[in-house]
T-cell receptor, first 115, second 112 residues
Framework: DTAVSQTPKYLVTQMGNDKSIKCEQN?????MYWYKQDSKKFLKIMFS???????INETVPNRFSPKSPDKAHLNLHINSLELGDSAVYFC??????????????FGAGTRLSVL | LAKTTQPISMDSYEGQEVNITCSHN???????ITWYQQFPSQGPRFIIQ???TKVTNEVASLFIPADRKSSTLSLPRVSLSDTAVYYC?????????????FGSGTRLSIRP
């Protein structure tokens, strides 16, 4: 069983389209995250939810909207895709957000290519 | 804001011990230090975590001096499969103002 699973693994789309990436964790964790990793391999946090509540909302264009229907799922919707959105997006989860409990478990990533 | 600084790359040979140091001068009292490993086309994977002194598990050791302004990940007797990018992360994730910042990572290359 995959602990943190993302779909799709690859996403190729045209500029201006709207797309969603889904993430599910079966670890029973309370906290989930979305990261963006660019071509230079910098890993930047975008959002974090704890028990369906948004706790981290970094400086990200409002075209990006996370949604957490329950604590096991955190989806990322992107409107009006731009070339600069091309990157690998990682979902992660942790037991809690505090101290030594925030060891994060990552999904395999979604490689988004905007043409 | 606990920003981290790591060497961009390191090279070593199979069987050697590799030490990767991370600087985090602004570490806060509640911050833990966590190291992750990332292989190409995969998500980062947890290696080890510590708060102070020394922590050891089956894959690595983590040395943290008393001032906690740096930490050193030690990989004993590396093999080719240890070739990866290693990230140092400092934070507690508790405060809503706390930021989770991965460093630029250290690209470790192991040669035969």
């Amino acid at each position: 069983d995959t602990a943190v699973s993302q779909t799709p693994k690859y996403l190729v789309t045209q500029m201006g389209n709207d797309k969603s990436i889904k993430c599910e964790q079966n670890l029973g964790h309370d906290t989930m995250y979305w990261y963006k990793q660019d071509s230079k391999k910098f890993l930047k946090i975008m959002f974090s939810y704890n028990n369906k509540e948004l706790i981290i909302n970094e400086t990200v264009p409002n075209r990006f909207s996370p949604k957490s229907p329950d604590k096991a799922h955190l989806n990322l919707h992107i409107n009006s895709l731009e070339l600069g959105d091309s990157a690998v997006y990682f979902c992660a989860s942790s037991q809690d957000r505090a101290g030594s409990l925030n060891i994060q478990y990552f999904g395999a990533g979604t490689r988004l290519s905007v043409l | 804001l606990a920003k981290t600084t790591q060497p961009i790359s390191m090279d070593s040979y199979e069987g050697q011990e590799v030490n990767i140091t991370c600087s985090h001068n602004n570490i806060a009292t509640n911050d833990y230090i966590t190291w992750y490993q990332q292989f190409p086309s995969q998500g980062p994977r947890f290696i080890i975590q510590g708060y102070k002194t020394k922590v050891t598990n089956e894959v690595a050791s983590l040395f943290i001096p008393a001032d906690r302004k740096s930490s050193t990940l030690s990989l004993p007797r590396v093999s080719l499969s240890d070739t990866a990018v290693y990230y140092c992360l400092v934070g507690d994730g508790y405060s809503s103002a706390s930021k989770i910042i991965f460093g630029s990572g250290t690209r470790l290359s192991i040669r035969p």
